[in-house]
């Protein structure tokens, strides 16, 4: 069965790094695009972008370009996202998802992915 | 580019039938007949339960309809059951620069 195992809670400090990752499993990795979803503490869903599984290329919405990074090890069937200078209003669940057609089509999720930023 | 705009909040008794819309823009929708919505219960993953506008995956309740008609979705959820309380998004597929735009998300309160 089709699965999205993402990596545990993380608390930074403003300024870190951060990197999740979001493992697949049950289904061909590079056949089906991945997107990245952000959901802020009692707040709505955001797209961030995704990422072609098979060529690698990254396509960021407005407003997540720059200290945001989505890449592949399809080695190990695993997408990453990754976050640079950490903000407080970083904090949020961050999701994968897997694309079923087009892009606002995502039939598979992972489990979530909360990032807190804290002094 | 703001969000689809979606009621805050509806609510229906057990049994009850209701409609959540989802308005935007011509550019928001794209002249694509892609819309999504997703189901959302507190401290979980969204579940796909249409997509292009009127399909339903494998495994979604048939009490579950949706439908597009100019530059406004609708969900309908019939025969309310207390597990459909939760939170529900649209989403399209855009012709502008932010390829994918959520609703702001509407709560669902079965009394």
């Known amino acids: 069965q089709v699965q999205l195992v993402q990596s545990g809670s993380e608390l930074k400090k403003p300024g870190a790094s951060v990197k999740v990752s979001c493992k697949a499993s049950g289904y061909t990795f590079s056949s089906y695009a991945m997107n990245w979803v952000r959901q802020a503490p009692g707040q709505g869903l955001e797209w961030m972008g995704w990422i072609n599984t098979n060529t690698g290329d990254p396509t960021y919405a407005q407003g997540f370009t720059g200290r945001f990074v989505f890449s592949l090890d399809t080695s190990v069937n695993t997408a990453y996202l990754q976050i640079s200078s950490l903000k407080a209003e970083d904090t949020a669940v961050y999701f994968c998802a897997r694309v079923m057609t087009t892009v606002n089509n995502n039939d598979y999720w992972g489990q979530g992915t909360l990032v807190a930023v804290s002094s | 580019q703001s969000a689809l705009t979606q009621p805050a909040s509806v609510s229906g008794s057990p049994g009850q039938s209701i409609t959540i819309s989802c308005t935007g823009t011509?550019?928001?929708?794209?002249?694509?007949?892609?819309v999504s919505w997703y189901q959302q219960h507190p401290g979980k993953a969204p579940k796909l339960l249409i997509y292009d506008v009127s399909n339903r995956p494998s495994g979604v309740s048939n009490r579950f309809s949706a439908s597009k008609s100019g530059n406004t979705a609708s969900l309908t959820i019939s025969g309310l059951q207390a597990e459909d309380e939760a939170d529900y998004y649209c989403?399209?597929?855009?012709?502008?620069?932010?390829?994918?735009?959520f609703g702001g998300g509407t709560k669902l309160t079965v009394l």
């Open positions: 011509s550019s928001d929708f794209g002249g694509y007949n892609s």
């Open positions: 989403c399209s597929y855009t012709s502008s620069a932010t390829l994918v735009i």
